[in-house]
Structures are given as structure tokens and as C-alpha cells.
């Protein structure tokens, strides 16, 4: 494409689409472990399969694509390595919705017949995120999409199961558990959401044994005081000393249980005395394995009452606990219910109440493998950034429980253990045959993994791992992973873990955590807020690269992102302000031009732009090196549009000369090649327009080189004089209401320091203020002018003669009616500020902006009575 051939307005739908075929054709992304340069890898957190994009991918990916443009740029060695999880829970829940809408179960179907469902169901919709994530721009090497239930990967989970099975590493036990009864499966630690909740705190009587009065104890759930087989009181407790080692009656049940001293108890917690069930709360399962308790399940998998509930067998978990309540007030034995919030853990997939229950499950012995995750971070050979992160994740690392690894699911990596007729397990590498297992009567278990057992594989895996592979000994371990800071416990510690103990290596060297996405109020996203932003529709109406843009901008690691559609407005903005720049540029250009600095006869202000050319190239450099790319957008947004656009190329377009068209060149390929990371698209339509098009592309351009060469302090501070001056009689200008065309005459009051620089950039103020002559004289000299305006500048006291130019009737009355109207600006703001509800009540931004506009008409009502005293 042509100069000529660009567009007037930018249209990101077309270039978008058609620069993204282009590149894809040409295999820009992909990567070869025999490719020259020092290796770089960036794992993508794998979405689920059943995924679109969403705005926190969106984010997440940005960042990503930044770092890993950035670095192929730098002539890296790139890999960004895609794919998808088959995410277990969430992706069976879809087919069975799926099912449950054409009247039928998975039941109905049959394990093998729903497996294949929901393969179709992959094959039909699995790949939608990859292809959302190509309208976003991601540069990942498509070519390599792993899924983690491909062969190869299948066979790498099985080995590692045995493989720990082996090492005693996993094991089947008979262990309190999360179980979710809308999922009917197990799940871990991590997969559990706590909320604080209004609820209840219920207080019993259980009576004595011996027909005394017995104990008081308080409970959140009193349903499942049927499973109860103990109450606890503190050993230090003298109110309850006299009856440990005795016994209580539990109502309803009319079971003796005994009294226990045990240190885990809270004196301070109801009355001091709780019941215990240790089939139902993980605290009262650690008493009862201390006791020698027994643990009664009290509930089936759909979170009903079972058979040990008695007569409230069926019941749902509200209606037993309303019963119960009931049925021992009846008795007398219901003392008082007190409002309680307390907390409550709901399955974060399905959002329903989970349930502590006694089930036998597989679990891995994370001891030994969290240690020396943790030793690695502590040593240094991975970090997180921000470094603060470290903290959590090295205590969730050092009280880390047994991880629960078995899900009640038939879509999955299945289990690969059988049972004998015997019930002894047997762990194959491989399937038994169908001789041995006719023979042996071999049944296999019908659980599947964990999903996050299998996605802990992912920076292994998909470089060919358990092979020794070219592609694993080349980007093995990984550069940087960047992920949000909310799965560093369901993902990172994983993979850490593992990776440690199969490979002895660290997955990642650097963990990158970037905040959640906020609306502009830094408001959660939700449905039920109404605020929820959909990628998707913003990369429509505004283009991919303001989306990625905006979000960029107020991303610093670790931070929440807050984001509001004007900001990609502006975003959008500011990707038309450089389309805009890029036709007058190239316009004006033959060609990109080689630079020649020496030899150019260059003017104070191609000095100072080839300065600060070089000095936004340092800041975005410096911002990458941290990975605060909010501070490289920044930099970049300040130097293109305050500096380039409204500063260099005003005044390039007054010439027409050799100097400013190889500055002009090397400014704006700089600015292109800073800013593809960041806004991929609009980078590559204009640099290849700069370069000729045919086969060049920024994707594989150079990184800009440090040039400090080219950074010249004396042009920088000489030029911020020509702008405080420019700036400031357009300031004039504008509160006097001159025309664009109307010519002032300036009569300059100067410091000696001040009429040097002034001196030589006096070319460039009279071509941006609109000055017709300027003089230097002295204070008197200027106000024997009068009447005259007053502008104050460094090293300077700028006169301009109004004779001639307004009529200073009209002048001087429209100065008072816009001074009126300032001073009401001002009383209103202050006295909305005076009211301590709205300072109270309303959110904080809207009371600073109200602090903000009072300085502005402050400074209006100052600038304005200035102008009445200067016309006299």
C-alpha cells in the first residue's frame, strides 16, 4: 500500500482483519528451537474450552502479546505457546445442560456415549477463544495448539500419576473432603469461594447422662448435630473441667457421646463448648482422628439427609435444620437462635453451598513438593512481580494440605487404577488386557482427575515432555508466566511444585500478576451490577488496538485495571491521532530515510525531538525491564501525541528540507516500532506503508537500539522555552478571542539567558503563536505600548500591544461577564464541597473533581482580573 492509498479515517475492522490474515499466511509467529537467538517463552494460561473472551482474557492476553512482540522484535528467540484446558467440571456441566434441555442425563446416555457427546461438543465449539483471541491480535504460534486431552499429553498425565504413585506420593484415603452437590463431585482447597453471609448461631441443650442438666453448645448448622459423636471444651476451661471424660445424651438421636478436653476449642466462642462431627467440618474431623472419634455421614451426594439423619432422612440441608430447630424446641432443649454472619464456601464453578463430608478420595502428599516450591522462591530462582506477591504465596505454600486429585466425572483424564476381586488397587502404565482383566476381575476406578492436575503439566507438556525433545531444551524453563493474581494457588504453586520435582527445574522464572478488571469505580464486574464490559463489542466499535491500549494504560503489576468505555474512546483517539500524523508524514516522505545526523543541518527543534525520541525509547525500555507496561503506554502517549504531533510535525509542516524529512523519518519509525506491542495493528499499516510494503513487517522489525548519542539536554531545555512561550501566547490568544488568523506583535522583557533562547528559536514561536514581529525591550519600553496584554514566561515578561487588535469596550465587558461567571463557578464548587453529606456520601472521584474545578476557576478568575487591570 501506497502513501496515497491510505485512508483518510482510520478503519481498525478492515486493517485489522486483513494485516491478521497477512501475517498468519507468512507464519510471523511461529517458532523454531533451531532458530537463531537466545530462547524466550511465555506460556498462555490455558482457557477452558468451553471459554469466550472476556475482559479479564483480554487484559491478560494484552500483556502477553507486549511482552512476546517486544521480544521477537529484540531478536529473541519467541515462543507463545496456545491452547486450551478440557476443564473437567465446567465443561461436562455445559453437556449435561445440553442434554437436560432434549430431556435427557448423562445416565440415560452411558459413560461411553457422553464421553463422545462431548467430544462433538469440542469438535463444534472448542476452538471459539482461539480464534476471539486472533481478533485481539495475540501472536501466538497457532501451529503448536495443544488441548490437554490430546494423546501425547494423556500419555504425559498417566506417567506422572504412576509415577508418583510409586514414590508414595499419592495415596487413597478415607478423608474429610469439599464436596459440591450440584457438581456430586469432589473438589479442592483452592476450587471453594468463601463469602460472609447472614446466618444463624443456634444454641442446644444437650443433657447430661446422669439426668443432669448437661451442656450448652452453639452451632451454625444444627442439622448436623445428628452426625454429632463428641462435644469439646477447652483442657484450661474450668467451667467444663467437671465434665470431660463424662457423657451427654444427643437429642433427637438418643445416642450417648462423651465429653472431650481438646486444645483447638475457643473459650470465647459461644458458650464455650461445641459439638462435634467429624463426618462434616474439617476442625471436628481433626478432633475426632486426636479422640478416636467416630464419623458419622450424615448426607447424601445431593446434600440430603441419608439414613443416619433418622427420621429426617430425604430432607434437603434448610428443611432438616428447620426441622431439627423445631423439634428440639419442642423439647425444651432449643436454649436461643442468635443472627450470625458468618462465612460460607460455595464451589467456584457452580456457586453452590459446598459440603465437608468424610469420603474416600485419592489425594497427592504435598508436603514434600511445596517445601521445595517454597525453597525456590525464597532462593531467588523464581520471583514474582510485584514482589509483595511472594508473601501469600509462600504461606499458602507452608500450611498446605493434601490435595484432593480425584473429581466424581466422567469427562476427563481417568483415574488409571484398578480394583480386584479382592479390592486390592493395581496403577498400570499402560491398560491391562481384556485376558487380565477377565482373569483378575479387574474393575477400573470410575473418577477422573483433577483438572488443575493435568494443567500443572502445561509448561512441560506441551514442549514434548516426558520426551526429551529440541523444543524442551530449548525454551524449558520458561521466561515469564503472566496470569492474574487469583490462581497463583490453583495454578502457579502447581506447576512449581511439579516441575521441581519431575525436571529440577523451576517452569518459570519470573511470575508476572496483573490485577482483576474493574469498572472505572473500581467496582467488581458483575451481571447483577450491570457493569460487565464485552471485549468483543469494544474491538467492534472501537478497534483492537484502543481496547488493548486502554487496558495497558492502567495496568501496573499487580494492580487492579479499572476501565471505562470512554478511556478506550481515547484510546481509539489516540490511534487516529497517529493515523493522522502517519498520512502527513508520509505524505512528506519519499520513503523511510536513513539517518545521517552528522551530516544533516539540523535545526534547535530536530535536536530536541531526536532527544526525546531517544528518551521515550529509554522509559519504554526501562518499563518493559520491570513489566510496568502502564508506564511504557504512559510514556509513549506522552511523546507521541504532546510531542510529536503537537510540537515536531507543526513545525515540519513549515519546512521542506533534507534535516527535517530524516528526522521526521526516524522520529515517527521509532514511535511506530515503540508502539507495536502495544497497539500491534495501527504499527504495522503505517511502517510498512513508511517501508514500501511488499514483504516488510514490524513483527520482524528491530527493536530500536540505544542511541544516548542523541540525547542533547541543552536543545530539550531550549525548546521547553519555545513551548512555554508558544504555549502561553495561545493562551493569550485564546482568552482574547483573536481569530486563527489575526497576527500579534510581541515586545519582549528578557532575562539575558532568556534572550538567547529566545533568540534562537524566535523562527519557530512566530510560525506556532502567529507572531507578526517580536522585539526585545526593555519593561517600560513594552508598556509605553499600552494597553497592552502581559504573558509571563521563564526568563521573560512577553507585551503584546490590543491596540487594533479588539475593541477594547467589548473587550473589557466580555472579561467581566467571564469573570462573573467564574467567581459563580467558584462559590457553587465550594459550597457543594461545605456540605459534609455530599463529601461524605458521595465517591471519592466525584469529590476530587469537584476540588479540581475549583482550582480551575480560580486560576480563571486570577488570569481574568489580570486582563481587566491590563486593559485599564
Known sequence: MSAAELSKAYDPAEVEARLYRWW??????????????????????????????HIGHALDHSVQDAIIRRVRMQGFNALWQPGTDHAGIATQNVVER??????????????????????????????????????????????????TLDEHYQRAVRDVFVTLYEQGLIYRGYRLINWCPQDRSAISDIEVDHSDEPGELAFLRY??????????????????MLGDTAVAVHPDDE????????????????????????????????????????????????????????????????????????????????????????????????VRVEQRTHSVGHCSRCDAVVEPRLSEQWFVRVEPLA?????????????????????????????????????????????????????????FRQDPSAEEVERRGLRQDPDVLDTWFSSQLWPMTTLGWPDETPDLATWYPTSVLVTGYDINTFWVSRMLMIGLHLRDEVPFHTVLNHGMVRDQHGKKMSKSFGNVIDPLDFID??????????????????????????????????????????????????????????????QPEDRWILSRTEAARAAVDEAFACYDLARAARSLYAFVWEELCDWYLELAKLRNDAAAAMVLSHAFD???????????????????????????????????????????????????????????????????GLAPAARIDVLADASPGGRTVLADALDAIRRLAGVATWSFADAATAQAAAPVGKVVVGGAD??????????????????????????????????????????????????????????AWREATRRLTAQLVELG
Open 798 to 855: 512577553l507585551y503584546v500591544p490590543l491596540a487594533g487588535l479588539v475593541d477594547l469596550d467589548e473587550e473589557r465587558d466580555r472579561l467581566r461577564r467571564e469573570l462573573e461567571r467564574a467567581r459563580a463557578e467558584v462559590a457553587r464548587a465550594e459550597g457543594k464541597l461545605a456540605n459534609a453529606g455530599f463529601v461524605a456520601k458521595a465517591p471519592a472521584e466525584v469529590v476530587q473533581a469537584e476540588r479540581d474545578k475549583i482550582g
Open 98 to 147: 445440553e442434554l437436560a434441555a432434549e430431556g435427557v442425563s448423562r445416565h440415560d446416555l452411558g459413560r461411553e456415549a457422553f464421553v463422545e457427546r462431548v467430544w462433538a461438543f469440542k469438535a463444534r465449539a472448542g476452538d471459539t477463544i482461539l480464534h476471539q483471541m486472533r481478533r485481539l491480535g495475540a501472536s501466538c504460534d497457532w501451529h503448536r495448539s495443544v488441548f
Open 24 to 53: 498468519e499466511q507468512r507464519d510471523l509467529f511461529a517458532a523454531s528451537p533451531d532458530a537463531p537467538g537466545e530462547p524466550f517463552c511465555i506460556m498462555l494460561p490455558l482457557p477452558n474450552v468451553t471459554g469466550s473472551l
Open 371 to 427: 517445601r521445595r516450591a517454597a525453597e525456590a522462591v525464597r532462593s531467588g530462582r523464581t520471583t514474582f512481580v510485584p514482589q509483595r506477591n511472594a508473601k501469600g504465596f509462600l504461606d499458602w505454600l507452608d500450611n498446605l494440605h493434601d490435595w484432593c486429585i480425584s473429581r466424581q466425572l466422567w469427562w476427563g483424564h481417568r483415574i488409571p487404577a484398578w480394583y480386584d476381586r479382592h479390592g486390592e488397587v493395581h496403577v
Open 239 to 334: 467451667r467444663y473441667a467437671p465434665l470431660v471424660g463424662t457423657t451427654v445424651v444427643l437429642p433427637l438421636m438418643d445416642r450417648e457421646i462423651p465429653v472431650v478436653a481438646d486444645a483447638h476449642v475457643d473459650p470465647a466462642f459461644g458458650t464455650g463448648a461445641v459439638k462435634v462431627t467429624p463426618a462434616h467440618d474439617p476442625n471436628d474431623y481433626e478432633i475426632g482422628q486426636r479422640h478416636g472419634l467416630e464419623a458419622i455421614d450424615v448426607m447424601t451426594d445431593e446434600a440430603r439427609l441419608n439414613a443416619n439423619g433418622g427420621r429426617y432422612a430425604g430432607l434437603d440441608r434448610e428443611e432438616a435444620r428447620r426441622q431439627v430447630k423445631a423439634h428440639l424446641d419442642a423439647l425444651g432443649l432449643l
Open 207 to 224: 443433657p447430661g447422662s446422669d439426668g443432669s442438666e448437661g451442656v450448652v453448645v452453639a452451632t451454625t448448622r444444627a442439622e448436623t
Open 541 to 602: 466499535r472501537y478497534g483492537a488496538d484502543a481496547l488493548r491500549f486502554a487496558l495497558l494504560r492502567a495496568s501496573s503489576p499487580g494492580q487492579d485495571v479499572p476501565l471505562a468505555e470512554e478511556w478506550v474512546e481515547g484510546a481509539r483517539r489516540f490511534a487516529n491521532k497517529l493515523w493522522n500524523a502517519g498520512r502527513f508524514v508520509l505524505a512528506q516522505l519519499p520513503g523511510y530515510v536513513e539517518p545521517d545526523f552528522g551530516a544533516a543541518a539540523l
Open 670 to 736: 521509532t514511535a511506530l516500532r515503540l508502539l507495536h506491542p502495544l497497539m500491534p495493528f495501527v504499527t504495522e499499516e503505517l511502517w510498512r506503508t513508511l517501508h514500501g510494503g511488499g514483504e516488510a513487517t514490524l513483527v520482524r522489525a528491530a527493536w530500536p537500539s540505544a542511541a544516548p548519542q542523541l540525547r542533547d539536554p541543552d536543545a530539550e531545555e531550549h525548546f521547553a522555552a519555545v513551548c512555554e512561550a508558544v504555549t502561553a501566547l495561545r493562551r493569550f490568544r485564546a482568552d482574547h
